[in-house]
């Protein structure tokens, strides 16, 4: 028996045209029960990262892929295909890269291997939607002589920041003393310096603030105005906001305010048309606010959400659902005086008539440091597998 373990050495997150590494570790146990121990071979061990797409038959209607006979190999085949026996489409693969031929290994012995590929800046955010899931997976295949191959699947977290594919790095470095003698060392820089330049577009973009006030109202007149100081985060951030309703000619009894995902198909991939928008809620805040002058609300975006992003079969956007619960009547016959003496007591009515509306305010959700988004992810850094 030969164990098999795949360890992502930063986390299980990362960004679209980062590096990701994964140090792989074959090793023949020295088991104390076993009496007559014995070296293991392996013909070969490939690696291989891919993006799996799933969809709902239901609400998504796509073309007939004409790859999809590749995925029912026999498992005894010595083809390497890293999607075999999987749902879905391999909508996006990286090269296959070969870890090593003819391996042996005595017993107790274990030999540790480098994979590092660079993923693709162009492809989709990981997402499990209602309708749709992007997936992605480092599979690492071996095989013994004359055996299946076997497959041990990575599952990690993909994270698209727009406007990195576009940048171009300086190519005058700062003088400074380097070694002639480690190549790799460029490649490091360089990612290095990608997460760096994603972090300063985050915090540039997110950081912006100015006043936004909106009237709201209905068709009876104002009950009142909102405030936030900006319209684009990170996941991870909350959302902040406050009301005003002193200015307003119509109470309000209460308002609730919903973060909420609306995942839509682009109308050529839809299996009926006008079909509707599918709606996810993140994070809810309720409050009962009748001769209340101001109040305030926080959501948090969850570390583990999608940020907004496009692609030509799915989009996702983020909105802050608003609705309110406003009394047809003024503010001083919504309440009867229950005593006559020197203590009054007011009491509420039993029976009112209310409206209600709603709205709907765009905002922008961005991806945010990788690293912080590992601490929350569904997904192990480690993975093993015994062959």
């Known amino acids: 028996m030969i164990e098999v373990l795949a360890k992502l050495g930063r986390g299980p997150v990362f960004l679209a045209g980062e590096v990701l590494e994964c140090v792989i570790t074959f090793t023949n146990p020295l088991s104390a029960s076993s009496t007559s121990a014995s070296s293991e071979m392996l013909a070969w061990a490939s690696a291989q990262i891919h993006c799996q797409f799933h969809a709902s038959e239901n609400r998504v209607a796509l073309p007939p892929s004409d790859g999809s006979k590749h995925d029912v190999q026999a498992e005894n085949e010595t083809v390497f295909v890293p999607n075999r026996g999987e749902r879905g489409q391999c909508i996006l693969s990286t090269p296959p890269k070969i870890l090593f031929c003819d391996l042996r290994l005595d017993p107790g012995e274990s030999k540790s291997y480098s994979y590092c590929e660079t993923l ?10 209602q309708s749709v899931k992007y997936v992605y997976k480092l ?4 095989q013994r002589v004359n055996s299946p191959i076997k497959l041990l699947r990575v599952p990690f977290r993909v994270l698209v920041l727009h406007g990195l594919k576009d940048y171009q790095f300086p190519q005058d ?25 994603a972090t300063e577009l985050l915090m540039v973009a997110t950081s912006r603030r100015s ?33 005003n309703f002193s200015e307003g000619d119509i109470p309000c009894l209460q308002f609730s305010v919903s973060l909420q995902t609306e995942e839509s198909i682009q109308e050529e991939f839809q299996r009926r048309r006008g079909q509707p928008i599918s709606f ?44 309110f619960v406003t009394s047809g009547e003024s503010a001083g016959t919504c ?45 192990s850094s480690t993975n093993s597998i015994a062959i």
């Open 120 to 129: 693709p800046i162009d492809g989709p955010p990981s997402f499990r939607g």
């Open 139 to 142: 599979t690492i295949g071996c």
């Open 173 to 197: 470095e700062v003088v400074a003393p380097s070694n002639p003698f480690l190549e790799e060392e460029e490649g490091l820089k360089k990612d290095s310096r990608l997460a760096d330049l």
């Open 211 to 243: 006043l936004h006030l909106y009237n709201i109202s209905n068709t009876r007149g104002k009950v009142g105005t909102f405030c936030i100081f900006k319209t684009v985060y990170k996941i991870g951030e909350d959302v902040i906001g406050t009301f």
């Open 280 to 323: 996810s809620t993140h994070a809810r805040h309720q409050e009962a606010c009748l001769h209340t002058a101001q109040s305030s609300f926080s959501l948090p975006i969850p570390l583990s959400s999608t940020p907004g992003f496009t692609t030509n079969i799915v989009s996702l956007k983020w909105r802050l659902h608003f609705e």
């Open 335 to 379: 309440l009867v005086r229950g005593s006559q003496s020197e203590a009054v007591t007011w009491t509420g009515v039993e029976q009112m008539d209310v409206d209600t509306f709603s709205w709907d305010l765009p905002i922008k959700v961005l991806p945010t440091n990788p690293i912080l988004a590992s601490y929350v992810s569904q997904f």
